[in-house]
């Protein structure tokens, strides 16, 4: 890590020493997302940024990086807290490169968290909320396989809290083997009522202390 970028984190933290609830949202970009769907996603986005904000406690709490996924895998917001997260406006468009986006949604959960012990910053179990219509496509499956592994290493560790949502035409039994925990079946295009449960489910993690189990409301947006 660069000086510039310990100073600019030391920073960061004596400005808002609040404990960090990290949340990746990992978001399938691929070509059949195109249309509708897409819209709907951008439009969740901006409703999660919305309902967190109004929360003073979870705005500072609550940090959100956002990773696409389709041909390339995209880190299209680095880690910010709620406050600062501008939501992006996403295009669709490629294949599916799932296995080489858990990856990259884990690795940037691991430097982050080193950010934290670096700095004296408590943190909550990171969350991975990945959103997807389809399964792995157009990368070798031996990457799909260790992503899976990571996912079920880093859930039996306690490190990382893996859930995967399924759109439309999205493979479950496919995402089922990759996860640990159940994936839920998106109803329709509820993107805005998933984001605002989302968003709900952080606020009750940003307001525990940072080792309590938490019992998340029911996902009405969606089936498991």
Known sequence: MTVVSSLEDAVEFAENPEPRCPCVLLLDTSGSMNGPAIDALNAGLRSFKDELVKDTLAAKRVE??????????????????????????????????????????????????????????????????????????????????????????????????????????????????????TPVKLTGLNFVEMFVWLSASMQRVSQSRVDEQVALPPPGWGTV
């Open 64 to 181: 959100v990086a956002v990773i696409s996924f389709n041909n390339e895998v995209t880190l299209v917001q680095d880690f910010v807290t709620v406050d600062q997260f501008d939501p992006p406006t996403l295009n669709a468009g490629g294949m599916t490169h799932m296995g080489a986006a858990i990856n990259r949604a884990l690795d940037i959960i691991s430097a982050r968290k080193a950010q934290y012990r670096q700095n004296g910053v408590a943190y909550y179990r990171p969350w991975v909320f990945m959103i997807t219509d389809g399964a792995p496509q157009g990368e070798p499956e031996t990457l799909v396989e260790q992503a899976a592994q990571r996912i079920h290493t880093e859930e039996n560790d306690k490190r990382v809290a893996f859930f995967a949502v399924g759109v439309e035409n999205a493979d479950m039994g496919r995402l089922a083997s990759l996860v640990v925990r």
